[in-house]
């Protein structure tokens, strides 16, 4: 089994990576992170190679991101919601799928054979809202061949109880641990 954590953290202690952090300690198998605002992906600057060819123009990170997209078995996505969206920096990784939704438009091809389970992370202080950044989230996971995905496990109100310590929270990790792995 390997699984997919597309990380749209800032904040390399905060709240999203502390509970990535747990995910991992209990995966026991192989997985890999990007790392939205650590990673070397440029977002999509509307080339449109894609429209015609396989893949990306360009060459970056994302063309090994490509590859463990097709050979995965899990997504997960998580971040902090700022505005009641994914932040700006994993939305740039996820414009980087354009090249999935041209294969299936205008090529008429299927870019990954492989289904995959996906679940989605959102973390956040701000009003409770997470529809608009849940949708985003399945839109991405969609174009990744996921569409069987878990509820999402959202922590709300993070300035006053770390998520980390919040008891629903590390339920919902459990959850999706059983639903990826079992």
């Known amino acids: ?35 939205a605002y650590r990673c070397n992906i440029s977002p999509c600057i509307d080339y449109r190679y894609c429209w015609e060819n396989s893949g990306c123009a360009i060459n970056d990170e994302m063309q090994d991101v490509y590859k463990y997209i097709q050979d995965c078995d899990n997504i997960l996505i998580a971040s902090p919601l700022y505005f009641s969206e994914l932040t700006g920096k994993l939305l740039d990784v996820g414009s980087r799928l354009q090249t999935y939704f041209c294969a299936r438009f205008f090529r008429k091809e299927e870019p990954i054979m492989k289904s995959k389970k996906g679940a989605v992370i959102l ?9 608009t950044a849940y949708s985003t989230a399945c839109t991405l996971l969609h174009h990744m061949n996921c569409y069987n995905i878990h509820d999402v496990v959202y922590s709300h109100n993070t300035n006053e109880i770390p998520a980390i310590d919040n008891k629903n929270v590390l339920l919902g990790l459990n959850n999706i641990l059983d639903y990826f792995y079992k």
Request: hydrophobic fraction near 25%.
């Open 123 to 131: 973390v956040g202080g701000g009003d409770g809202y997470i529809d």
């Open 1 to 35: 089994m390997k699984t997919l954590i597309l990380n749209g953290s800032p904040r390399t202690n905060g709240d999203t990576s502390s509970l990535i952090g747990k995910f991992t300690e209990k995966i026991g198998s192989e997985y890999r992170i990007v790392d």
